[in-house]
C-alpha cells in the first residue's frame, strides 16, 4: 500500500489536464489519471516522473468510474481536480437539447460527481480543484451553453466550500482564459477562431500555457494553499481585469 499523497485527476490524457498529472507527479505524489481515452492515457502516464501512477478508462459524470479511481488512492486520496471537458460552439437559437445537456453533464455534473466520490474518500480532509472557465464569468457569442455550464462549476465551488470546510475539505476553482492546447490550436489552424482577435483583448498579449494552469492547480490542490476556499481564481493574462478593450 502507498503512502504518498496521490492525485486523481479527469480528462488527463492531453492538454491541461496532462499538465497537471506531470504537475503533482514531479512533487512526489501518485497520480490516477481518468479520460475515456484509454490508450492516450495510458501513454500520458509513461512520462510523468516516479512511478505507481494509474490510467483509468472512465467517463468524469460516472460515479462508478470516478468512484473506482479514487479507489485506487488506497486511503491517501488527497487532491481531486475535475478537469474532464469538451467545447461545442453553435447559435444559442437553435443549440439542441442534446448538445445542451451533454455540456451541462460533463462539465457540471462531471465536477459534482467528482466532489461526491473524492469526498466521500478525504477522511482526513484534502482538496478538490475544478475547471471553470472565463468563459463563466463573462459572455461570449456562441458559447453560451459551455459558458453556462462553467458558470454553474463556480457556484458549486462556492456551495461545497462552505459546506464541507468544516470537514477539513477546501474547494477551488480555475478559470482560465485562453490557453495553448492541441484544441485551440487546431481552431486557429482550421480558421475557427483568429488568434490576433484574442490577442488583442489580452493585456500580456500572449496565450497562456498548460504548465502555467497546472502550477495553479498545484498551489489550490495542495497545502500552500491552506487558508483558500471558495474561491475561482482567473489565469488569463488580464483578459478580465481590462474588461471592455
Not at 170 to 181: C, E, L, Q, Y
Request: with cysteine; aromatic share 6%; glycine share 14%.
Amino acid at each position: 500500500m502507498t503512502t504518498r499523497p496521490t492525485a486523481v485527476v479527469t480528462g488527463a490524457a492531453q492538454g491541461i489536464g496532462a499538465a497537471i498529472g506531470r504537475r503533482f507527479a514531479a512533487a512526489g505524489h501518485r497520480v490516477i489519471g481518468v479520460d475515456l481515452n484509454s490508450d492516450r492515457m495510458a501513454g500520458t502516464i509513461t512520462t510523468w516522473q516516479g512511478s505507481g501512477h494509474r490510467s483509468v478508462r472512465g467517463d468524469a459524470a460516472s460515479p462508478e468510474d470516478v468512484g473506482r479511481a479514487c479507489d485506487l488512492a488506497e486511503g491517501h486520496l488527497t487532491t481531486f481536480v475535475a478537469n474532464a471537458g469538451f467545447a461545442k460552439a453553435g447559435d444559442s437559437t437553435d443549440y439542441s437539447l442534446d448538445d445542451w445537456n451533454a455540456m451541462l453533464r460533463v462539465h457540471l455534473t462531471g465536477a459534482m460527481v467528482g466532489a461526491q466520490e473524492s469526498g466521500a474518500r478525504m477522511p482526513d480532509g484534502g482538496s478538490i480543484v475544478m475547471m471553470s472557465s472565463l468563459n463563466g464569468l463573462l459572455g461570449f457569442p456562441r458559447r453560451t451553453a459551455y459558458g453556462a455550464a462553467k458558470a454553474g462549476v463556480a457556484g458549486l465551488v462556492r456551495g461545497l466550500a462552505a459546506e464541507w470546510a468544516p470537514y477539513g475539505i477546501r474547494v477551488n476553482a480555475i478559470a482560465p482564459g485562453s490557453i495553448v492546447t492541441e484544441l485551440s490550436q487546431d481552431f486557429i489552424r482550421r480558421g475557427v477562431i483568429r488568434e490576433q482577435d484574442f490577442l488583442d483583448r489580452i493585456p500580456m498579449n500572449r496565450f497562456g500555457e498548460p504548465d502555467e494552469v497546472a502550477e495553479l492547480a498545484y498551489f489550490l490542490g495542495t497545502p500552500l494553499s491552506s487558508y483558500i476556499t471558495g474561491a475561482t481564481v482567473p489565469i488569463d493574462g488580464g483578459w478580465a481585469a481590462r474588461g471592455i478593450t
